[in-house]
């Protein structure tokens, strides 16, 4: 059996997957993507966009990956507010307050681009072979493919949720809860200009959010995502007539005339947390330790902080000449990173469930709760900063410097 040595181990297709491997590089060790995709081939037409934070923005800037965004001046959160449906509570976010923009937003396409333009994975780095066995061999995890080869790491790290025999192996048991709502995504024309605003309305079924987009060729663009009820998507988007004609019901005030450029799709809602960051010689990040409400946009932002860290343990291991699982940043993401993480879902879930409540409990309490964010300038501030990338220390990539804790 051939047997290859690596310093890591990915396995993951998506955004998250090649930053990771982007970070080891840069690193200077020696790593394999274990992917499902075609490397290399044009990036997929999502009709998603994506939120980036201004600390998601300085680390894909430092780690050299540019891209073209929107920057956001300013959020607005509206309860009611769309078509007929009169304002009931507003809470505004102004860029003035933090002096630096609210956030960025990008297509995930063209994010895709980016970083592919800046990885350039070759045929040695990657590989499509199933795995069929992974298992502990001393200080290394021997990797056995399908097509018998073996690979030996010093550590593994997955981006994405594990197939069923991974779980077996690593013992994970994923819990998912849905929503029974939907998200809908998809690019829109209007007439007005966003001006860089974004809005977020809290509807009974959902909320649904407009993000600003970079304007092409002299016409105004915004990113679209709906949440609903499940159950009333298909009607929803039954034509693009009809679901043009609904967003101009709705949106029309904010947006002017509106046409969809792209898209819709669609994707079910689920929440997963509680899996464990570290098993077994292997670390879990992004998508493959959790799952949230795109309400906040937060999802990726938080993959980028967990990868954040493990590049700080990177740079430790070497220093130090310590084993990458006993360096302080993975300490710290073990730690740290599931409460800062679990306390943004289990919060985006209560906001959701009460702006779903019809209970006058639930009236009184949403609304005193937009009322003093938007009235105690601490408050506002915290979220802000945690909106741009965590309100505590933050590792040195997401500060925008070059990878290696304050330790070191």
Request: glycine share 6%.
């Amino acid at each position: 059996m051939k047997k290859n040595f690596e310093d890591i181990v990915i396995f993951g297709s998506g955004l998250s997957a090649k930053i990771m491997s982007l970070v080891a590089r840069n690193a200077g060790l020696s790593f394999k993507l274990i992917t499902d995709k075609n490397i290399g081939n044009k990036p997929s037409d999502d009709t998603r966009s994506l939120a980036l934070s201004v600390a998601s923005k300085k680390m894909l800037k430092t780690l050299g990956v540019n891209i073209k965004t929107e920057a956001v001046t300013k959020m607005i959160v509206i309860e009611g507010g769309l078509g007929d449906e009169k304002i009931k509570s507003r809470l505004s976010f102004d860029k003035e307050l933090i002096d630096e923009d609210i956030a960025y937003i990008a297509e995930h396409s063209a994010i895709e681009k980016s970083i592919d333009r800046v990885l350039k994975l070759d045929e040695n780095e990657f590989i499509k072979e199933k795995v069929t066995k992974i298992q502990k061999e001393g200080n290394f995890s021997k990797i056995i493919l399908n097509n018998n080869e073996c690979l030996l790491s010093k550590a593994i790290i997955f981006t994405e949720v594990l197939d069923r025999d991974l779980q077996n192996i690593y013992n994970v048991k994923y819990n998912f809860f849905e929503y029974g709502q939907t998200a809908i995504s998809a690019t829109l024309r209007h007439s007005k200009s966003h001006k860089g605003y974004a809005f977020q309305f809290f509807q009974k079924n959902g909320p649904l959010a407009l993000l600003p987009m970079t304007n092409k060729r002299g016409n105004n663009y915004s990113s679209l995502v709906w949440t609903e009820k499940t159950d009333n998507i298909p009607s929803l988007i039954s034509s693009k007539k009809n679901f043009e004609d609904s967003l101009n019901n709705l949106c029309s005030d904010y947006l002017g005339k509106i046409s969809i450029s792209k898209g819709p799709s669609s994707f079910v809602l689920k929440k997963l947390s509680g899996v464990k960051a570290l098993s077994n010689g292997a670390l879990f990040v992004g998508d493959a330790l959790r799952a949230m409400h795109p309400m906040a946009g937060q999802a990726w932002n938080q993959s980028l902080r967990d990868i954040a860290y493990i590049a700080d343990a990177f740079a430790e291991s070497e220093k130090l000449g310590l084993d990458l699982f006993q360096c302080p940043s993975i300490s710290l993401f073990n730690k740290k990173r599931k409460i800062e993480a679990e306390a943004l879902i289990n919060s985006i879930g209560f906001l959701n469930s009460i702006y779903r409540s019809d209970t006058s409990l639930a009236k009184g309490l949403r609304r005193n709760i937009m009322k003093l964010a938007d009235n105690y300038k601490p408050l506002k501030l915290f979220l802000l900063n945690e909106a741009s990338g965590g309100a505590l220390e933050r590792p040195n990539l997401l500060n925008g410097s070059k990878p290696g804790s304050n330790i070191i």
